[in-house]
C-alpha cells in the first residue's frame, strides 16, 4: 500500500517542502496573531496561483524532458534577451538561496533549541543531515524523506490548530471575505510572496523530467501538483489558525508561538509545534540548495545527473554558506536585498515566460487552453504586484 502511495506522489510534495519553510511559518504566525482568521482568504489565492504556475512548469518538464533553463535557452532566438533572462534567473536563484540559506537552518535550530536547549552545533547537524541526503544522489530516496518530513510537519501544526479549538465560521469567512487595508497590506503580500516561490518554478519542472518520462503520465503530473500544493495550504493556514489563539500576546517568529502555547495546552503542544518548524527548516534547507543546482547546471548547460560533481559543487558551496551564515548569526544584508530585486523581477518575467511558453507549437496538444490562460493572466496580474511591492519594501518606500 504505502509503496503505491509513493509511486503516485513526489515532486509536487517537494514543492510544498520548499515553500513551507521558516519564512512562512513566520509570516503565517505574524498574520494570525496580529490579524486572526482574516488573511486566510490570502493563503487561498496563494495556493490558487501556486497551483497554476507550478502545473504550467511540471507540463513543460514532463512534454520537453527539460528543465526551465534548458527550455529557454532552446526556445527565446534572441541572444540577448535570452542571456538576459540567464543571468537574472542565476542572480536570483542561485545567489538568492545561498543568501536565504541560512534562514532555513536558523528555523530549524529554532525547533531544536526549543526542545533541547541551545547547543552550538545544531546548525553544523541539520547541514549534516542535508548534506548527506544530497550527497546520496539518489531522487526516490530523497523523495520520501522529504514526503515523510512534510507529513510529520502537516501533523504537527494542524494537530496544533485543532488543539486551540478554531472557529470555524470565522474560518469560513476569513477564507472567502478578503479584506485588505494599509494595516495587513505588507503581510497579505508577505502570505502570497513566501507561497508563490520562482525557485518551486525550476525545481518542479527538473523534478518532473526525473521521475515521469511519458506524456501519459501528465495526468499523475497534475494530480501530484495539485493535491500537494493544496496539503502545504493548508499547513500554512494551519499555523495562522494555530497562531490566533496569541492575538493579545508579543509574538516575532513560530518559535514565539511553541513557547506561548505551553500555559496554555501545556509541555506536549509546544514540542508538537516545534518538531513543525523543525521539519519546516529541514525541508527547505534541503530544496533550496537542490533548486539552484539545478538552475546552474540548466544555465551553464552542464550535463550529468544529482550525482555529478558539478551539480553536488553547486549545492554544497549553498548549503556551506547556510551552515556558516547560520553559525556566526550574520546575515549577508546586502546580498538578501540583491536578491529579493532579482527576485521581485524574476516572478512576473517567469510567469509571463510560462504562458508564452505552454502556448508554443512544440507542445502540441499540451498547449494551454483558453480557461487555462484566463487563469494564467490573473496569476500574472498578481506576480506583478508582488514584484512592484517588492521593490517598494527593499527600497523602504512603503
Known sequence: ???????????????????????????????????????LWAMLLSVFATIVLQEMAARLGLITGKGLPEILHSTISNK???????????????????AYEAGNISGGVLGLNIIFGTQWYFPLLLGLIAFCLLIYGNYKVLERVLITLVVIM????????????????SIL??????????????????????TVVPYNLFLHASLVSEKWNE???????????????????????????????????????????????????GLASTYVFSIGILAAGITSAITAPLAAAYVVKGCLGWHGNMKSWSFRAVWMIILALGVLFSSIGLKPLDIITFAQIANGLLLPIMAILLLWLVNQKFLGAYQNRSWQNIMALIVIAIAIMLGAKTFLKVFEII
Open 215 to 265: 506524456t501519459t503520465d501528465l495526468s499523475a503530473v497534475r494530480k501530484d501538483t495539485v493535491i500537494s500544493v493544496i496539503l502545504g495550504g493548508l499547513v500554512s493556514m494551519s499555523i495562522i489558525v494555530a497562531a490566533t489563539a496569541l492575538q493579545s500576546t508579543e509574538v516575532s517568529t513560530g518559535a514565539d508561538v511553541a513557547k506561548a502555547l505551553e500555559p496554555i495546552f
Open 80 to 98: 540577448i534577451i535570452r542571456v538576459a533572462i540567464i543571468i537574472l534567473v542565476l542572480a536570483a536563484i542561485a545567489v538568492g538561496n545561498a
Open 1 to 39: 500500500m504505502f509503496q503505491k502511495i509513493f509511486k503516485n506522489i513526489g515532486p509536487g510534495t517537494l514543492v510544498a517542502a520548499a515553500f513551507i519553510g521558516p519564512g512562512t511559518v513566520t509570516v503565517c504566525t505574524l498574520a494570525g496573531a496580529n490579524y486572526g482568521y482574516s488573511l
Open 173 to 194: 469567512k476569513g477564507l472567502f471575505t478578503p479584506s485588505i487595508n494599509e494595516g495587513n497590506l505588507l503581510t497579505i503580500v508577505g502570505l502570497i510572496g513566501t
Open 154 to 169: 502537516g501533523i504537527s501544526f494542524i494537530a496544533t490548530a485543532i488543539a486551540i479549538g478554531p472557529d470555524f465560521s
